[in-house]
């Protein structure tokens, strides 16, 4: 039998420790780096309307501004509307269920009250979100998450701010040799991302609107801020769509359950018109992915990064084909070089 023999040098094991230092590095820092790309993401997405702006005669500091500003607004204003509408539309929820309940097991003798019902339904739904964590657990996860978006929404202003802020920052951290190769990819990418925005928000439009139209046809009251709300969370991929059916069909549980029934059946309705023609088509022409790797990102992005993944999945997947793409243009290059006669293959 041939033996084989393995030279390892003090260099190789170096390099390798440095490799598994830098991965265990990047690691411990990982939700920083989700942070700075995910504000990344959205100074890109919102560039065209800041440079559009910005030719419209706009400094770019007040474009920048006005942009953010509405996005806060719209959200903020929203929030205001809609969160006392489902609180009170959640209690009349409880009252019906307590009042259900009650007729249901009737024949034991026991009774239950409103305070029983809502306490119940607050251990429960507190097990749901954080699972066995603790009161401080729980509470670190939630500001850790407000100064997540406080970071992010700062970092991603100050990049909207130059016109080339992201090239910027990239030629900051890029090694020079990979400098030009990095900003190729960001550039084609950078196009990308920018119609997936716009198709968001042209999504968004489609859908309020067809919630606004089909719920006011229906009947059920605060029509127009459903609507909206249907719109806006459109924009977060799965959850938001599933959140803003909800409100509707308890505000119009508290009318009837057939009218509750109705609005299941008109928000099932057009969440099948968008993902079987209008998403396939406008994400496929818009940013030429399949929709089967649209699907695909979703949800790698939420088994990895949960909420935040949802957000990042079809940034990350143009990106990423980004980069296939130009290693496949390489390979072909080489491969054309060698069958040339130019390049000999070593």
Do not use: C
Not at 288 to 306: Q, R, S
């Amino acid at each position: 039998m041939e033996k084989v023999h393995m030279d390892i040098t003090w260099g190789s094991l170096w390099r390798t420790a440095l490799v598994v230092g830098m991965a265990g590095v990047l690691f411990l820092v990982r939700d920083v780096l989700v942070a700075i790309f995910l504000s990344v993401v959205i100074s890109t997405g919102l560039a065209p309307f800041v440079d559009f702006l910005e030719k419209r005669s706009v400094p770019r500091l007040l474009g920048t501004i006005l942009v953010y500003l509405s996005i806060v607004l719209v959200f903020g204003l929203l929030i205001y509307v809609v969160v006392p509408i489902a609180m009170a539309e959640f209690e009349g929820l409880f009252e019906n269920l307590v009042a259900l309940t009650n007729s249901i097991f009737s024949f034991t003798g026991t009774k239950i009250t409103i305070d029983t019902f809502q306490d119940n339904i607050g251990i429960f739904s507190s097990a749901f979100f954080f699972g066995g964590a603790s009161f401080f657990e729980a509470a670190s996860s939630f500001f850790g998450g407000v100064a997540l978006a406080i970071t992010v929404a700062f970092v991603s202003f100050y990049l909207s701010l130059s016109r080339n802020g992201v090239e910027w920052f990239l030629r900051a951290i890029m090694p020079e040799s990979y400098e030009e190769k990095v900003l190729s990819i960001f550039k084609r990418s950078k196009r990308r991302i920018g119609f997936w925005l716009q198709t968001q928000i042209f999504l968004s439009l489609v859908v309020g609107l067809l919630s606004f139209i089909g719920l006011a046809l229906l009947g059920v009251e605060h029509a127009l801020i459903l609507g909206m709300a249907a719109g806006v969370f459109e924009i977060i991929p799965f959850v938001g769509p599933v959140f803003a059916g909800s409100i509707a069909v308890l505000v119009a549980l508290s009318d009837s359950f057939s009218l509750g029934l109705y609005v299941l059946v008109l928000f099932a309705v057009i969440q099948q018109i968008e993902s079987q023609f209008i998403i396939p088509s406008l994400f496929q022409k818009a940013i030429g992915l399949h929709p089967v790797v649209v699907i695909a990102a979703f949800m790698i992005g939420f088994t990895l990064l949960g909420f935040i993944g949802l957000i990042l999945a079809v940034p990350g997947a143009v990106i990423l084909q980004e980069i296939l793409n130009d290693w496949v243009s390489i390979k072909d290059h080489r491969r054309a070089l060698r069958e040339s006669g130019i390049v000999k293959d070593k």
